[in-house]
Each structure stands twice: as C-alpha cells, then as structure tokens.
C-alpha cells in the first residue's frame, strides 16, 4: 500500500520532556491512527481520528486529524522512560490501511 | 480494544519445511485481515490482504505460492511459510479490522527463524 510521510525518523529526549510527530500523505484519508510497537510485539492502537479537524487525547498523548483530511500528529507530553519504542501512523481509504515508516522514540531518564 | 492472538509468538525450523502461523479475532468479526513482515528497524511490510470466503490480494514482489493465506472464516486467517529458506526468518505481523472504515487491531506478532 502507499506509504505515509511519517517525521522525525527517530528523535532522542530526556524523560520529562513533549514530544512531537507528523504524518502527511498526497491523498485523503478517511481514518487516522497512532500505533506504538514495543520491541518483538506487535503495534497496539493509541489514538483513532474518524473526523477532519478531531483533536483526541488519550493520557498524555493528544493527536489531531488535519482538517485538510491529508496529515495528522501525535504529541506525547512529559515523557517517561516506558514511552520508548516505534510509533506508527496510519490512514484508511476504503479498504486499504497505509503506514507510515514509524518514528522511533528514545527516552533517557 | 478489541483482542487479535496470532500463535506461535516463535518459531524455528528446518530449511524446506513449511510452517504454519495463525491470526485469530477473539472478540469481532473480522471480514478483513491483514499479513505483514517487519525486518529489524524497519517499518510493516503490507504482504497481502485476505477477505473472509474469497483469495487473498497479494502486494506486488510476494510470491503467494511461497506464502499461503487463508481465511476460512471470519475470526481465523492462516498464512503458511512453504519450503521456508533462512531469507524467510522475519517478524510476521497480522492485523483484523471488522469494516471498511475502522481502525485494525494487531496480533503479538511471529518471530520465524528458519535454520
């Protein structure tokens, strides 16, 4: 399937700090989802976005779907160590899921 | 959330054998499954998607007589590794969605190691 524009890549921050990620795509998406994938597991649903514009939270993450239908991001506030891992973004289209290619998240204590 | 198992969480096995690796819906109808395969620090790779009672729609590049998928019902879906070969050892990743427009929920993945 097409792939999202999924930035930063990777990003490094100490505990304590917001973090910040985006995705954006040439095409609308009807449905925007986070993920996050700890390592050897499978990725486990964050934040669903069903409308342009929705701002959701969940804890301390808070994800909004871009009223242009075509981006969306997730913020993480006051970071902890346990936030480590890959977040993956992702659009639905009618019957297609499109990923992002995750941004992977340090924290250091 | 709703529960995706996927079984076995590891495997190992045998140049030329095939293996089996199971996705399982525990709580909704899943008309939709998805099959992925993620390298180390690389993001899902989109293998194929199966709809409950009709083939599998492979992405271009996999050989779907080398990856078999079925989905005979609407909580399992099977994808079976045949003649596996050590390029095969991956993480194998399912994902079930109930419709066109919801989110999809993930099984625990599948370590293949192919020796």
């Not at chain 2, 899902?44 to 078999?68: H, I, P, R």
Request: with cysteine; hydrophobic share 35%; glycine share 8%.
């Amino acid at each position: 399937g097409q792939q999202l524009n999924q930035s930063p890549q990777s990003m490094f921050i100490q505990e304590g700090e917001d973090v910040s990620m985006n995705c954006t795509s040439s095409s609308i998406f009807n449905t925007w989802l986070w993920y996050k994938q700890d390592p050897g597991e499978g990725p486990v649903l964050l934040i669903a976005l069903y409308k342009a514009g929705e701002l959701t939270s969940n804890g301390r993450l808070t994800a909004q779907f871009g009223i242009t239908r075509k981006d969306s991001f997730l913020n993480i506030s006051a970071s902890i160590p346990s936030d480590v891992g890959i977040y993956f973004c992702a659009g639905t289209k009618e019957y297609a899921l499109n990923f992002g290619k995750g941004t992977s998240l340090l924290v250091t204590p | 959330g709703a529960v995706v198992s996927q079984h076995p969480s590891r495997v190992i096995c045998k140049s030329g054998t095939s293996v089996k690796i199971e996705c399982r819906s525990l709580d909704f109808q899943a008309t939709t499954m998805f099959w992925y395969r993620q390298f180390p620090k690389k993001s899902l790779m989109l293998m194929a998607t199966s709809n409950e009672g009709s083939k599998a729609t492979y992405e271009q590049g996999v050989e779907k007589d080398k990856f078999l998928i079925n989905h005979a019902s609407l909580t399992l879906s099977t994808l079976t590794v045949t003649s596996a070969h050590p390029e095969d050892s991956s993480f194998y990743i399912c994902s079930a969605r109930t419709g066109a427009l919801t989110e999809a929920f993930f099984g625990q993945g599948t370590r293949l190691t192919v020796v």
